[in-house]
Each structure stands twice: as structure tokens, then as C-alpha cells.
């Protein structure tokens, strides 16, 4: 346990560093050329900060004791939904690019579906600790725990943010079929909802409440049919992409950084790293995201309470789907949606809760019978889950 514990921070520090170093070598003429900066060392220097910060929450919240998050954990659930509804009253939600999800403060922002993200994964751990047997029933578990994913997505989706909502859809699917949620309780619904998406799709529904999510997964079936405009972001990725060939050019000699590539140091930073490093670069990149989400799934394993076991799941599945649609997006796999590379991309709302979700597992997987915990061994959940 406490090697799998020291490699999770071995690995965090890790990307943590390497994301420093690409965030200058992507953003230095950026920042160098627009007149509101005009110094190479601004984005940089900005997320130097912020690293620090998000290290000190990483180890704070990871010697907090277990049973104190699991205590705020309906607190926190509760807390991120009220943050989602105020964001969105008019005057208090900042409204960028035609969505309403951060909190300004003066240079700083808040965006509340980070927290939320954390959040439901504590709520639903909670709510699988209370009772591990739940999830065979449909009133005691399904619903409760359906009701609660449904509740956080429509916030997101008002937003509008569909690809959040989607993400959190599909984390909170994974984590609760792995608790033994019953596939009976969801098929038929779920059968029933495929004809009233299909005729929101067909219909017009989706062009006329959200024409840019229109937009995207048009350009996605098409990519050459807007070169210029929607799909000009992802057309300069797969050039920087196929400019890295196996080794790259070398790094800081990216070309598409030289401000062809829109978001090249936040959600597009993936493209910049394989223009500089190549192929070889970027699975290497991979490999230690495979490796952190490896760690994460031991510390899942050998935790002695489900509460750990589930908080420590959700996080890796949390980080996995992240940087998954993230190198989807950037490679045109995905239609596009705007969502950062965890650790790497620059940013300080969504480094800050990365690590604090990190510090979380760490927290929760630490061995409870310190505690006067009755302790439940991983190998016991899983023989529960599957009964």
C-alpha cells in the first residue's frame, strides 16, 4: 500500500513537471506577442504558481482523516449543486463564449463543475459505504444514486456544457456498475430514451437549443466541411500532430505554437507535445498516465473500507476518461469539446482539484483500523458485488 501511495506522488510530481516545461515551450511566443502580455514568461510563471498551490492541497487533504471526508461528503455533494444553480443567475456566473460556468474574482476563476466532478464521487461512495448491499435494489440504490448523477449533469448541461455532463454520465456509470448496479435497472430506460434522442438529433432539437454542440459533431462527421471555422482548431492539431512524425522536431521547435494552433498550452497541448517529441514522446506521456491510473486502481483494491475503495475508483476513472477525451479530441476521435489534459494543460481551477482529488484517494485508501473502523477487505467487496 505505502509504495503504491509513494508512487501515485512520484507520479503526480512527474506530470506535474513535464507540464510546467511544455507550457513554456507552447505558450513563450504567445504570451510574447499579444500586447496584454508581452512577456514570454507569463503563462509560465502563472502556472508555477498554481502548481504550488495545488501540491499543498494535494498533501493537506491527503493526511486528512479517512472518516472526515467521508462526513463532508453529502456536504460537499450538496455544496457543488447550490455553486452550479448560482452560476447560473445572470450577474453573478460569468458568461464566456456564450456559456455560464465560472465564477470570476477579479483574475481568478472558479469553475463549479470541477468541484462537482470530485464531489459525486464522494456522494456516491458515501452512499455504497452506508449500505454495499444497495446497489442490488432498485429503490434503496438505483434510484437514489441515478437520481443524484441526474441532478449534477442537467445543472451542467443549462451551462450549457453537454460534454461535462457527459463525462460525468459516463464516470458515474463506470463506478456504480463496478459497485453492482444491476444492468436490468437501466436497460429499459435506457431503451426508451433511444428513440426521444434520435428525434432530438433528427428533429432539429438539438440544431435550434444547441447549435455549437450541432456544429462540432457535424464538423467531426465532416471534417473538411469548414476548414476555416469550426473545424480549423482540429485541422492545425493533426498538423502539429503528423509534423512530430516518430521523434518530433525537437522540443521548443514546434511550428503550429507560432500561433496557428488556437489553445495550444491549455486544451491542446497534447498536438504541441507530439509535434516536439513525436510519437515516441507522447506514448511516453501516455505511459505515465497509464501508470498513475495503475497505482490508483491498487490503492482501490487494497483498501480495507468500500468508502476508499469506490473514492480511490472514481478518482482513477475521473483522470482516465479525462485524458482520454482529451487525446480524442485532439486527434479528431472525438468531436471537439474543450477540456484540459490532467496536469499538463495550463490552468489553475482544474489543476487545483485534480490534486486535490489525488490527495482524497490517498486520504480514503489509508488503512482505517486506526480508527476503530470494522474493516471490509477489497477481495469481500468484490465476492458482495458479484452475488
Not at 151 to 171: I, K, N, R, S
Request: hydrophobic share 55%; glycine share 10%; proline share 5%.
Amino acid at each position: 500500500m505505502e509504495r503504491s501511495r509513494n508512487a501515485v506522488l512520484g507520479l503526480v510530481l512527474g506530470l506535474l513537471a513535464f507540464g510546467v516545461v511544455m507550457i513554456y515551450s507552447s505558450s513563450c511566443v504567445l504570451a510574447e506577442r499579444q500586447g496584454r502580455f508581452g512577456d514570454s514568461d507569463f503563462f509560465v510563471r502563472k502556472q508555477l504558481i498554481w502548481t504550488g498551490i495545488s501540491l499543498t492541497v494535494l498533501l493537506a487533504s491527503s493526511w486528512m482523516p479517512s472518516r472526515l471526508w467521508r462526513r463532508a461528503s453529502p456536504w460537499l455533494f450538496a455544496l457543488s449543486l447550490a455553486m452550479l444553480a448560482v452560476v447560473l443567475v445572470p450577474g453573478i456566473g460569468t458568461k464566456l463564449n456564450g456559456a455560464r460556468r465560472w465564477f470570476r474574482f477579479g483574475e481568478l476563476g472558479l469553475q463549479p463543475s470541477e468541484l462537482a466532478k470530485l464531489s459525486l464521487v464522494l456522494f456516491l461512495a458515501w452512499l455504497i459505504d452506508r449500505d454495499p448491499a444497495r446497489m442490488r435494489s432498485l429503490w434503496r440504490g438505483t434510484l437514489p444514486c441515478v437520481g443524484a448523477v441526474a441532478a449534477v449533469c442537467a445543472l451542467v448541461v443549462v451551462e450549457p456544457d453537454v460534454g461535462t455532463a457527459v463525462f460525468l454520465a459516463g464516470v458515474s456509470a463506470l463506478l456504480l456498475f463496478s459497485a453492482g448496479l444491476r444492468w436490468l435497472h437501466v436497460l429499459p430506460p435506457a431503451a426508451l430514451a433511444v428513440p426521444l434522442v434520435a428525434w432530438a438529433v433528427t428533429g432539429g432539437w438539438v440544431q435550434a437549443h444547441f447549435p455549437h454542440l450541432d456544429a462540432r459533431v457535424r464538423v467531426f462527421l465532416d471534417p473538411g466541411s469548414d476548414p476555416h471555422g469550426k473545424g480549423y482548431q482540429v485541422a492545425q492539431s493533426l498538423i502539429a500532430i503528423g509534423s512530430g512524425g516518430t521523434w518530433g522536431a525537437g522540443l521548443g521547435l514546434s511550428k503550429q505554437k507560432l500561433l496557428f494552433l488556437p489553445e495550444a498550452n491549455t486544451d491542446f497541448i497534447f498536438a504541441i507535445i507530439a509535434e516536439e517529441l513525436g510519437l515516441a514522446g507522447a506514448l511516453a506521456l501516455l505511459a505515465g498516465f497509464l501508470a498513475l491510473l495503475w497505482r490508483l486502481r491498487t490503492l482501490a483494491v487494497a483498501s480495507d473500507r468500500p468508502f476508499g475503495h469506490f473514492v480511490s475508483l472514481g478518482v482513477m476513472l475521473l483522470l482516465g476518461l479525462q485524458t482520454a477525451m482529451n487525446v480524442g479530441v485532439v486527434t479528431a476521435s472525438l468531436p471537439n469539446k474543450g477540456i484540459p489534459l490532467p496536469f499538463v494543460s495550463f490552468g489553475g481551477s482544474s489543476l487545483v482539484f485534480t490534486c486535490l482529488a489525488i490527495g482524497v484517494a490517498l486520504a480514503t485508501t489509508r488503512s482505517e483500523e486506526s480508527e476503530g473502523s470494522e474493516a471490509i477487505p477489497a477481495s469481500e467487496l468484490v465476492e458482495a458485488h458479484a452475488a
